[in-house]
């Protein structure tokens, strides 16, 4: 078997495509989370921590002193631990949103209920018919 014939064989399963679109998927759920952590989210948990804004939460590590995460970058190292929160934060979401999601499917798989029993044959029926007459 030859190379490409083999990477062909391995390209078209299943499995390879099922994971590409999963990972294509992903990668737009990854954007509409992020615009709802960074959109949504974040400026009322700022709001209730007093205004400001995490993303320029952050501590100098070279000596400079700036208004905004952007201008100490451009000055030195700076410790960003206000974008972690906020990446942090939208990870929580992302992972509650995807349990929730595979606690559904998970429930609508289990919940199907099991096929009626099949009727038993003629025979059966009438030999039962016999026996129960015969009982009276």
Do not use: H
Not at 89 to 110: E, G, P, S, T
Not at 116 to 129: G, I, K, S, T, W
């Amino acid at each position: 078997m030859s190379f490409m014939s083999e990477f062909k064989e391995f390209a078209v399963k299943g499995n390879v495509i099922d994971l590409a679109v999963g990972v294509i998927i992903g990668g737009a759920f990854g954007k509409i989370v992020d615009a709802l952590v960074n959109d949504i989210i974040m400026p009322v948990v700022s709001k209730l921590f007093g205004g400001l804004d995490f993303s320029n939460y952050f501590i100098p590590l070279a000596g400079q002193t700036a208004e905004t995460l952007a201008e100490a970058k451009q000055a030195g190292a700076v410790f960003a631990y206000g974008s972690f929160i906020t990446v942090a934060l939208n990870f929580l979401i992302l992972a509650f949103i995807i349990f929730v999601m595979v606690r559904q499917i998970n429930r609508l798989k289990r919940s199907a209920p099991p096929p009626a029993p099949a009727a038993p044959p003629e025979e059966v029926v009438l030999l039962r018919e016999i026996r129960d007459s015969l009982r009276k």
